[in-house]
Nanobody, 124 residues
Framework: QVQLVESGGGLVQAGGSLRLSCAAS????????MGWLRQAPGKEREFVAR????????QYADSVKGRFTISRDNAKNAVYLQMNSLKPEDTAVYYC?????????????????WGQGTQVTVSS
């Protein structure tokens, strides 16, 4: 079992930045592909970013490309999401998730382990 705990969310003005962290325990995440997904009120959970277990490959949703950066530190058993130039439409609960699948990581159903989420609110 992998336990994931997100932190770093909060309230920020449009154009600002936040850095989300995801701390893992119970098992090393060094062999898992890790993702960040988000869910806004009244909307379905959606893919934000993914990083492979080596950190050698990343993937982003078009809506955040160029503004968000996913990274990981396997030695610390942690994953991060640096979010810059935030927009009000980025407001959502952000979830960290882990999967041992190599494909389909764009889809929330591909992930096996989830954190409880951290709220990000961007004011205009």
């Amino acid at each position: 079992q992998v336990q994931l705990v997100e932190s770093g969310g909060g309230l920020v003005q449009a154009g600002g930045s936040l850095r989300l962290s995801c701390a893992a325990s119970g098992r090393t995440i060094s062999r898992y592909n890790m993702g960040w997904l988000r869910q806004a009120p009244g909307k379905e959970r959606e893919f934000v970013a993914r990083i492979t277990w080596t950190g050698g490959s990343t993937q982003y949703a078009d809506s955040v490309k160029g503004r968000f950066t996913i990274s990981r530190d396997n030695a610390k058993n942690a994953v991060y999401l640096q979010m810059n130039s935030l927009k009000p439409e980025d407001t959502a609960v952000y979830y960290c998730a882990a999967t041992d699948k190599a494909r389909g990581t764009y889809y929330p159903t591909s992930y096996d382990y989830w954190g409880q989420g951290t709220q990000v609110t961007v004011s205009s």
